[in-house]
């Protein structure tokens, strides 16, 4: 009884340890704070989009970080102004900051992000610039969408 449990939970392990959909393969090791992303032969939108996707979160969290910091506020409290029915770019024109510097910040923080995928080898060159082609519009969303 003991080898025929042993058996599906090894199994299952393996399986949600590295799982491959459509061309991408997701596989979270022990000592990765995350999944890690490696892109198959794909080098086009696909392969960017899902570097996107696959980093949303944590990109969302820098973001927060990186508009606090230009707005001069806390993560808390800019939270707390966007929980009130707020976009980033009403907060900023509030605190007196332009739309240009929050995006610039934006922008050099994700840029280097994406320099750092590239130098992990988690994105090649060629899909580290259509990310980048990606990101003034992404970021332009992040900052007027309001919560």
């Given at each position: ?90 907060v ?13 910040a ?30 003034p ?11």
């Amino acid at each position: 009884m003991f080898q025929k449990l042993i058996a599906p939970v090894v199994l299952s392990g393996a399986l949600l340890g590295s799982i491959t959909v459509g061309g991408v393969a997701a596989a979270s090791t022990p000592s990765s704070s995350g999944p890690v992303i490696v892109v198959g032969s794909s080098s086009g939108q696909h392969a960017a989009r899902d570097w996107l996707s696959a980093h949303q979160k944590a990109l969302h969290a820098r973001a927060l970080a990186v508009s606090a910091a230009t707005l001069g506020m806390t993560q808390k409290a800019l939270l707390t102004e966007l929980r009130t029915g707020k976009s980033i770019t009403q907060v900023a024109r509030e605190r007196g900051v332009s739309t240009q510097k929050l995006l610039a910040a934006l922008s050099t923080a994700s840029e280097a992000r994406v320099k750092g995928a590239v130098s992990r080898h988690r994105l090649n060159r060629k899909q580290a610039q259509r990310v980048d082609a990606l990101l003034p519009a992404y970021l332009d969303k992040l900052i007027t969408r309001v919560y």
